[in-house]
Every structure is written in structure tokens, then in C-alpha cells.
């Protein structure tokens, strides 16, 4: 058996550090923000070559306090992919704004810049482009057509601490960068934490009044903001943690090129090109016509990716049997996501405008699946996992 994720094989190693944490914040009697959200948020500064780090409560609330921050709010349109996770979408309903969806890259599953265009009106406030499973939009495009209309751009780096684009730090392109701490994800809390960034000041001192009810002097409230602060406790954890960050991101990426080189020598599968990007519509025909079964995924060369997922696309209507066929030989996968953001219930009511034109949105919510790819995966668990797709494909 090779399960999807294991936390325990990441924390458990570091019980003696973890507990010896815990004892710090324990006898500090201080459990809300102070010296180690303090500490945490400035070596996330450093780690990542930001001005300003922010600690909060979640990844989803790093979302609200971005968007708070920057005034946001009824009558604005903000524009983010449809092939994403909920939260991405919901942050922005939650400040009274309009999500409206735009399509994706069918290689590297980040929001297209030509559907991004075309999505813009004169309400439109801010672009939110999510760095997906580990690897980083196109931010350089995105920043010039942001510019042009005079747009902000909020980075959903949830999946992607520590990653690059063009060797600058996801996240740090923006006006803010929010990231998860969400215990699945590359650096990983023992519950619910998040993160902002920014290099402006200004947005700073904002967004840590936003996270405190609106407050930068107590019981004086400039703005209705909210209850989005940091416990100590996790901001402790999470300082140890990241400390062995970088050991984890090597594992990823060693498990992650291993997949590629073994699964690429089967019939059917093939590794996707990162020149059809451009071409989304005919790029099934293609693969088709080459005789591909299963796309592997692909690290651009002006990104690192940090793999927070290894995500293959089954095509030909397969990926049920495909997941039917990993559930027997009892390998852990998961599909992210299958519904994307324009099909969802509590959106339907949405301008069309909103919820049209992102058709490999749809095309990937049917075909994706991820498997194992985590840092403590072990050779002979990862063979296993290969061992079952070769099975399948055979």
C-alpha cells in the first residue's frame, strides 16, 4: 500500500524539535501573534526575498486580507482560473466582489493569458493567478497586461512556497503573495496557517490591520477587518520546520524525475510539451494522434518547480478505469479538481460573462488524477506506484 500523503512520516522525526517548541510557547503564556509569529514572519521574509511577511490564519484568509487590503470589495471583478481550488474563488465572493473565470494552460494548468485578456472590463479590479500544483504562472505576461489596465495582482501561491519564476520567489511578483500551510502542503502546519507577503509598505501595515479586526491602534478600528492572526503555536511548528524546508523540496523534485523518467518509456505516455501551451483547442487531437494515452507533467525551464503535486492527464474518458486500476494495487491518488470553478453550484447565478469560454478547464477537470510524490516516499514505494501504472498500461 502506498498512501497519497503520509504527515507522520515528515513529523514524527521531528517530535524532540516539535515538542521542545511546544514547551517554548507553553511557558511564554503568549498563543496570538507576539515573538514567534514575529520570527516565523521574518524568516519567511528572508526565505523568500520579500519586503514584508504577514502571518494569518489560513491560506484562504491570506486571500480575504489581500483583497481587503486592497479595497476590494461590491461592484469589482476579479479575475482567477476556473481550474483551481475552491478557496481561490470563495475569497473573493467573501469581500462582496465578483469571481469571474478564466481559462487555463492545458501543459502547465496556470492561467491563460489570452483568456485572462479577454475577461477583463472596466470593473475589473485585480488578477489572481494561482501557481498550481508547484509551478508558476506566466507571471511576466501577466504583470504587462496588468499594468496596461491598471490592475493588481494577488499571487495564490498556496501550492507553491518556494518555488520560482525566472529565479524571483512566487509570490513576491504581485501585490501580494498568499501562501498555505494546510498540514498537505510542502511546509506543512499542524493545522490551519497562512501567510502573506508584499513589498509595499503601505499594503502591509493594511493587511496586518485586516487581520486584527481592522485595528492598527487597540480598540480603534479604521476599517472592518477580521479575526485572521496567527497562533503562536503554529508559527513555532512551522519555524522548525521550515528550517528542513529545502531537504523536502530536493525529495519532491528527486520523486518527481523519477516518475518522469520511468513512466515516459511506456507506450502511451509521453511527457507534455511545453511549446503547445499556446495551441489549447487542437492540443488533445494532437497527443491523439500521436497515440497518447497519459500526459505527464512538466517543469518549465525558467521555473522550479517545487511539486506539491505530480499530476498526469488520462485521456480517451480513461481516468476512471485508471483510478479503479490504482485502488486495486492500493496506491493513494486524488483528483484535483473535478469540478472546476464556472460549474459550481453557488456560482450559477453569475453573469454568463463569468462563466463562459474555459474549455480545458473542463477537458482537465475529466482527466487529471495526482499520486504519491511526497518527501518520505521511499524508492520501493515510488517503484510500486510505477509498477501500477505500467500495469495498467500494458
Not at 490504482?326 to 453550484?345: C, D, F, N, S, W
Request: proline fraction near 5%; charge should be negative; include cysteine.
Amino acid at each position: 500500500m502506498v498512501p497519497l500523503l503520509d504527515t507522520n512520516a515528515q513529523n514524527l522525526p521531528l517530535k524532540a524539535e516539535l515538542n521542545a517548541a511546544f514547551d517554548r510557547v507553553l511557558h511564554s503564556g503568549h498563543f496570538i501573534l507576539g515573538g514567534e509569529v514575529t520570527a516565523f514572519e521574518e524568516e519567511c521574509a528572508a526565505f523568500l526575498g520579500a519586503k514584508h511577511a504577514i502571518g494569518v490564519s489560513s491560506g484562504t484568509d491570506a486571500l480575504v486580507v489581500a483583497l481587503i487590503a486592497l479595497g476590494i470589495g461590491h461592484g469589482d471583478e476579479v479575475i482567477c482560473p476556473s481550474f483551481t481550488f475552491f478557496a481561490t474563488a470563495g475569497a473573493i465572493s467573501r469581500v462582496g466582489a465578483t469571481p469571474v473565470f478564466a481559462d487555463v494552460c492545458p501543459v502547465c494548468f496556470n492561467l491563460d493569458v489570452a483568456s485572462t485578456r479577454e475577461k477583463i472590463t472596466e470593473k475589473t479590479k485585480a488578477i489572481i493567478p494561482v501557481h498550481l500544483f508547484g509551478q508558476s504562472a506566466e507571471m511576466y505576461a501577466l504583470q504587462a497586461l496588468a499594468k496596461k489596465h491598471g490592475l493588481s495582482i494577488i499571487e495564490d501561491t498556496a501550492q507553491a512556497f518556494g518555488a520560482k519564476y525566472h529565479g524571483k520567489s512566487c509570490g513576491t511578483l504581485g501585490e501580494f503573495g498568499t501562501y498555505s500551510f494546510f498540514p498537505s502542503k510542502n511546509l506543512g502546519a499542524l493545522g490551519d496557517a497562512g501567510l502573506l507577503v508584499t513589498n509595499d509598505s503601505e499594503l502591509a501595515e493594511t493587511a496586518r490591520a485586516a487581520r486584527n479586526h481592522g485595528s492598527k491602534i487597540r480598540y480603534l478600528h479604521d476599517f472592518v477587518g477580521g479575526n485572521f492572526r496567527l497562533d503562536a503555536l503554529q508559527a513555532a511548528l512551522l519555524r522548525i520546520k521550515l528550517a528542513h524546508y529545502p531537504s523536502y523540496s530536493a525529495a519532491r523534485s528527486a520523486n518527481a524525475t523519477a516518475y518522469t523518467d520511468a513512466l515516459s518509456t511506456i507506450d502511451g505516455i509521453t511527457v507534455a510539451n511545453e511549446s503547445d501551451c499556446a495551441c489549447p483547442v487542437s492540443q488533445n487531437a494532437k497527443l491523439k494522434s500521436e497515440g497518447a494515452r497519459a500526459v505527464l507533467p512538466v517543469a518549465y525551464g525558467h521555473n522550479t518547480h517545487i511539486w506539491n503535486q505530480y499530476t498526469l492527464r488520462i485521456l480517451d474518458g480513461q481516468r476512471d478505469n485508471f483510478r479503479e486500476h490504482l485502488k486495486t494495487a492500493e496506491i493513494g491518488h486524488e483528483v484535483y479538481y473535478p469540478i472546476p470553478m464556472h460549474r459550481q453550484p453557488c456560482f450559477r447565478d453569475l453573469p454568463e460573462a463569468s462563466l463562459s469560454n474555459c474549455p480545458v478547464s473542463d477537458t482537465l477537470a475529466r482527466e487529471v488524477v495526482s499520486i504519491p510524490a511526497y518527501p518520505e516516499l521511499s524508492p520501493a514505494q515510488r517503484d510500486e506506484v510505477i509498477a501500477a501504472i505500467r500495469g495498467f498500461s500494458s
